[in-house]
């Protein structure tokens, strides 16, 4: 939890409690239904919880965006944003049912009524809804794109443009090369200093029909 605190100080005390509250909620709704692996559970806050918030380093949500979580299994990167960013809208989806359970669990749990969970696939999200679709660990950029393309809005009320924001690692040269010019990258070690991460990039592709 002091993790969080170091490279998120300004939080609310509702905050500091919903990001305290997740280790227990997770210990136990990961003892029925695995969503975390056993090693990771240890290093929920930095492996998971720090690593989702990366996001809010590339980008800080206005009140009333809308934001869908593509394959959130238990989660993530959705419930920590929903926390760092009680006002916007976090529609969470995974195609998992048990998965979207822990998940409607803990946010029930924490009081988030910024959150809806439903067991649902991308490829089947409701059209030009959201500005922002992000994801985790879920699939490659391009079938990912075309799963989601069509529920991206066409309105943008950020810098950064209307588009998907995936937290990925490895080499991404050749998933990225078909977006050339497009595409950012983010590196999350610029904004946090440890080195724990296997996923180290945010990757931002803009995909607003008025881009
Ligand atoms: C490796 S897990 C990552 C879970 C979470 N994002 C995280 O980082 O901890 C990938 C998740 O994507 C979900 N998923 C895969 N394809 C999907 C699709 N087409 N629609 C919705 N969810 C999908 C899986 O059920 C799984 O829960």
Redesign the pocket.
């Known amino acids: 939890m002091e993790i969080i605190l170091k490279y998120f100080p300004d939080l609310t005390e509702r905050q500091r409690e919903q990001f305290a509250q997740l280790e227990e909620l997770y210990r136990v709704w990961n003892a029925q239904i695995n ?2 692996s056993r090693k990771d559970i240890d290093a929920l806050y930095e492996r ?1 919880v720090l690593h ?1 918030l990366g996001i809010a380093k590339v980008i800080q949500f206005r009140p009333g965006t809308t934001i869908l ?9 959705g419930i920590p944003l929903a926390i760092l960013f009680p006002q916007a809208h976090f529609h969470l ?4 049912g048990k ?1 979207i359970k822990v998940v409607q669990e803990v946010t029930d749990a924490l009081k988030l009524p910024n959150v809806v969970a439903e067991k ?4 089947y999200v409701e059209r030009a809804n959201y500005e922002f679709v992000l ?5 490659r950029l391009a079938p990912f794109v075309d ?1 989601v393309r069509h529920g991206i809005s066409p309105n943008s009320f950020h810098e950064l443009k209307n588009g998907v924001l995936c ?1 990925k690692g490895g080499d991404l040269a050749d998933e990225i090369s078909e977006y050339k010019g497009r595409v950012k990258i983010f590196d999350l070690n610029d904004d946090f200093e440890e080195e724990f991460f296997e996923t180290k990039k945010v990757v931002y592709v803009p995909l607003s029909t008025k881009n």
């Open positions: 969503v975390i998971h989702s979580d593509v394959g959130t299994g238990g989660g993530f990167p989806i995974d195609s998992i998965k649902a696939r991308a490829e994801s985790r660990a879920v699939t799963w937290l």
